[in-house]
C-alpha cells in the first residue's frame, strides 16, 4: 500500500518512457525520461511525529536522478528478481553497466532467468549498499526486459562489462577485448532493463534521526 507521500511512477499516465507509459502516485506529468522522474522509497511507513501529527519522510531520503545514477555507478552487483515455474521469485547476482537510464548485463542463454524472462519478459532489480540503518541506500527498478540475441549486440555488453569490472590488464588493446568478448558471449545473451517504476532511498538524508 502506498501513501500520498511516495513519489513513484506507474502505468498509466500520458507521459511516455521508452515506450510505457508512467503514472505518478499523485500527480500524473508528462514524463519525457526517466531523468525527470521524482524517485521515491518504499521503505517501512513509519511516520515521524511532528505536534502530534504524522509526517511521513519518505519524499525526504528518496534520490535525486543525479543521485541514483551516480549510486548505480558506484555499486558493482545487482539483484535480479524474475518469476519462476513455480510462480515464485527466482533472485540471481548479476554484473551490470548503466546506459542512460537502462540497465545492460549478460548471462548464459541456457540459465533459469533467462527461462523466466523468455516467458515472462519483466523483472525487478535491486542495488543496495549499507550496514547501519542510517547507512542504507538502494533503488528498486520495476523493468520490461529485452533479450538481446545479436551477436554483435551481446559482444558489446561484454566490451562494456569488461571495461567496466576492470577484468583486464592496464593497456590490453581494445581489439583483444572485443576477441576476449566474442569468446566468452559464445553461449551468452544479453539483458536490457528499461524501468517503468524507480523507487530509491538514502537514509543518510535522515541525518541520524529515524
Known sequence: MEDAGVRTHRRGCPGRVGGNSLQHAYVCPTIPSLSSQCLGSDTPARPSRYNGRAVFRRPEIAM?????????DEERTVTCASIGPNGRPHLMPLWYAREGDEILCWT???SQKVKNLERLPQATLQVEAGEKYEELRGAMLECD????RDRERIVDIGVTLTYRYGSVPPGTPDESIRAR??????????????PTRIVSWDHRKLGGSH
Do not use: C, D, H
Open 64 to 72: 535525486s536522478p543525479e543521485e541514483l545514477r551516480a549510486f548505480l
Open 108 to 110: 548464459y542463454g541456457n
Open 145 to 148: 526486459v529485452e533479450i538481446v
Open 181 to 194: 568478448a566474442v569468446q566468452r558471449g559464445t553461449k551468452r545473451v544479453g539483458l536490457r532493463f528499461r
